[in-house]
């Protein structure tokens, strides 16, 4: 008897066993920890990791760059079992969270929807396709609990809310889209939680429970390892509770 599957979680399954998993935004602090652990176990065949300083370079703001990679991967000749988007955006120079609508700037605005939302959506157009038709395989794009519509209590944030609540709804309808092609594939959205990264540091509160990136690459592997059959179109916290829209 062939001895049992070291899985992503570490535990002994066949869960999209072989192929090629593909972690975008892999530079960042949890697409780095996703890229080094999916590396540290000889499930996949090869794990790759895709952004703006990769070879082929991906940038979610340039759609010619995404089609290129898409392409990279598809001429690989190995079956893709795993995508994972770990890109994202809160602040940078010129870009911070909204306090109020006083704050709220079309050009602010605009990237905010350009890397949290249409990036991704672009990522479904070119990288779904590349999915196998036969056995289980997985996109996951990672949101944010605050894009939740239903669980908004404190308001603020408006660009970073709407941005990822875009992306919840770009992913539920790509789901319906990717069951009539590849009924055994999940297309699904993540909220890793608060975790100690560039994006999340400046806004870091007392008492909330901050993961390091190795902790929340472990959770969110763990909780795609879990995800039934039927949760495609989800989204769901690193914990695999499903989180409302």
């Known amino acids: 008897m062939a001895p049992p599957v070291t899985t992503m979680s570490g535990a002994a399954d066949a869960h999209l066993l072989g192929g090629i998993a593909i972690v975008v935004g892999s530079s960042g602090g949890i697409g780095g ?6 590396s540290a176990h000889p499930r996949f065949r090869a794990v790759l990791g895709l952004g703006r300083r990769s070879s ?3 940038d979610l703001t340039d ?6 990679a898409a392409r990279h991967v598809g001429a690989l000749g190995a079956d893709v079992r795993l995508i994972i988007d770990a890109s994202g955006i809160l602040h940078d120079d010129g870009l911070s969270p909204e306090k109020t609508w006083r704050d709220l700037d079309a050009a602010q605005m605009a990237r905010a929807f350009a890397v949290n939302a249409i990036g991704p959506a672009l990522l479904m157009k070119h990288f779904l396709p590349l999915l196998p038709r036969q056995g289980r395989s997985v996109f996951a794009t990672l949101s944010a609990r605050v894009g939740s519509i239903g669980d908004n209590r404190l308001g603020g944030w408006y660009s970073y809310r709407a941005s990822k609540a875009a992306l919840n709804q770009f992913v539920r309808t790509a789901a319906i889209e990717l069951g009539r092609r590849q009924p055994a594939a999940l297309c699904v ?24 990136p190795e902790q929340a ?10 995800l039934p059959p039927g949760s495609s179109g989800g ?11």
Request: avoid cysteine; glycine fraction near 4%; charge should be negative.
């Open 33 to 38: 920890a996703l890229h080094q652990r999916l």
């Open 56 to 58: 082929p370079p991906l």
């Open 235 to 245: 989204f769901f916290d690193h914990r695999g509770d499903s989180i409302p829209w």
């Open 217 to 226: 690459a472990e959770r969110l592997l763990d909780t795609i390892e879990r």
């Open 63 to 68: 759609e010619a760059s995404i089609a290129a």
């Open 189 to 212: 959205a993540l909220h890793p939680g608060t975790v100690a990264t560039s994006l999340s540091t400046p806004f870091v509160k007392a008492g909330l429970d901050v993961q390091t």
